[in-house]
């Protein structure tokens, strides 16, 4: 590594308070000129720079950070202990290696949580990308300045009590059957879900230690509940429920179309069972009936002939096949097993509730209802829909997109266009299993998000705190802007940008200028930031208000 690296922007304004309050008063993205200074050499590069309205330190910095290269976690750190201007925290004391992963294109990915006396600040996630040679081409994500220098905080709490106060304060905690697992390979079946871990949580302007409670359910109804519990005296700070409520989905022996399909079933003890173990994964993919209940995951879907040919297994059918479809797309596309990358078992449960009109991934698994033959058919008949739901799980291990605002409508709107790269016979989500009595529409359009109540510019936004700061109206915005990419560079190409970025650039709270800049790093590294293809992507963000 080359010592003595100081980076600083043009005319120095990064080290002015005027000029912090300058650019949290200019969001979106700008081009600067980023001057280095390396073993007395000065050399100056075009950069991008993004900045979010709440805060005034860069989100995403794009183009060539440095002429040195930095080949190591310590190297990675000392760069940016050299820039405080850029980031003013000491990176070395506050960020903690993730992960390191190096990718197909030779690029080298340092994930950190930034933290405070060791411990993750929730949400604040922080990544320096690397070229083959070692040098910095990208730095994001959302990070906090003025962090306090001496803080200390009392854990009172443990995490017994911390989950206790959670399930407290949300007011429900559904029963726990005592069922068992089937004797075959992979066989489970899952209970409700207790998780918890210590976070710094911003309450305000001041840091908290709390528990964060993950507390997952489905009776008496489908629930993520994300619940932040101060370790000092046990009071909720925040709570929200994260279960992805949305969708349509359709199934087939005969599926819900009527329409045969081939599958690959396990036999045991003279049944057979909608149970995958073909994939090249740790686990398999399994298909559950809730049987018109709202016990998770349920019993197997069961046959006694493997002629899965009656008109009430069609949506057990379809949840199956299109489950394995949507693992194969990842795999063959993209190199990912699974929705975690290590071969994680895909379970579905159909026939959930009575006439049940939605379909959504829980944080372990995918449900799906029957619907009620005017709204929809059963949900896991539409392969979109399953797809959509599947690559909820893929952000979740992933970019973590928050589900609230202009992240969480980047959360549902990455899920459609990934649903369209499954099924791109059209433009429309769920088309297959919406209104079965009207034909020709579905629930959304990236072409035309306006045909279904959706903004598809900016300037159409919808300021609200219903639906976690409307998630399905707001993803209009970038849903348009991903049809506008397609239709200029094809669906091959958008589909490798759009993995990259999420896979690589995205972070819990990124937001739609954020997506953006993501996106064009990814273009930027397949094709040039010179290319026709990095134009098309710029382009396409522009004629939605995005810049």
Known sequence: MKKGLIAVLSAGLLFSSAYQAAAANEPGTKA??????????????????????????PSFISGKLSKGTYLSKKEILAFLDSNKQLFPFEASKHLTLVKQEKDDLGMTHYVFNQSINGVPIDGATFIVHTDKQGKITAINGDVHSNLPKNFKATKKLTKANAIKAAWKHIGEQPKKENLKPLAFKGAKISDTVEK?????????DKFKLAYRVALQFIDPYPANWQVYVDAANGDVLKSFNAVNNDGPTTGSGYGVLGDSKTLNTYLSAGYYYLFDTTKPMNGVIETYTAQNGSSLPGAYSVDSNNAWTSSSQGADVDANYYAGKVY??????????????????????????????????????????????????????????????LTHAVTERTAGLNYSYQSGALNESMSDVFGYFLDPNDWLMGEDVYTPGTAGDGLRSLSNPKLYGQPDNMSGYVNTSSDNGGVHTNSGIPNKAAYNTITAIGKAKAEKIYYRALTRYMTPTTNFSGARAALLSATADLYGSTSAEYTAVKTAWTNVGVN
């Open 196 to 204: 918890s871990k210590l976070v710094m949580f911003k309450d305000g």
């Open 32 to 57: 600067q000129k980023l001057v280095l200074h390396e073993n007395d050499k000065t050399v100056t590069s075009q950069v991008e720079v993004t900045r979010s309205k709440e805060n005034a330190v």
């Open 328 to 389: 194969d797309y990842y795999l063959n596309t993209h190199g990912r097993n699974s929705f975690d990358n290590a071969g994680a078992s895909i379970s579905s449960t159909v026939h959930y509730s009575y006439k049940y009109n939605n379909a959504f991934w829980n944080g372990s698994q995918m449900v799906y209802g029957d619907g009620d033959g005017v709204q929809f058919r059963p949900l896991s008949g539409a392969l979109d829909v399953v797809a959509h739901e």
